[in-house]
């Protein structure tokens, strides 16, 4: 079974940046869409950030101009770079695999202080 594992996130101050990482068990990383989503306390999980398997891109319109999500096909890792961080940004934020079902992994808490 696939296994999704985030990390990166942390305490930044307002404009500060952070580079989350997910990495991804198993042999189909490289064929498939990958997403960032991310849950704030009381909100619902939204998608933030989509990348193709041949590397198109997709933003909410909340980050979009400040995160950018990129991938490695041979690490089997989805990154998001996060610029410009605000507080409303403050989330635990997952990766999953879009059209391929895969258990939520733990996520990666960001908290961003004003």
């Known amino acids: 079974q696939v296994q999704l594992v985030e990390s990166g996130g942390g305490l930044v101050q307002a404009g500060g940046s952070l580079r989350l990482s997910c990495v991804a068990s198993?042999?189909?990383?490289?064929?498939?869409?990958m997403a960032w989503y991310r849950q704030a306390p009381g909100k619902q999980r939204e998608s933030v950030a989509v990348?193709?398997?041949?590397?198109?891109?997709n933003y909410a319109d909340s980050v979009k101009g400040r995160f950018t999500i990129s991938r490695d096909n041979a690490k089997n890792t989805v990154y998001l770079q996060m610029d410009s961080l605000k507080p409303e940004d403050t989330a635990v934020y997952y990766c999953n695999f879009i059209g391929y079902y895969a258990p939520w992994g733990k996520g990666t808490l960001v908290t961003v202080s004003s």
């Open positions: 198993g042999s189909i990383f490289s064929a498939k869409a």
């Open positions: 990348v193709r398997s041949g590397g198109n891109t």
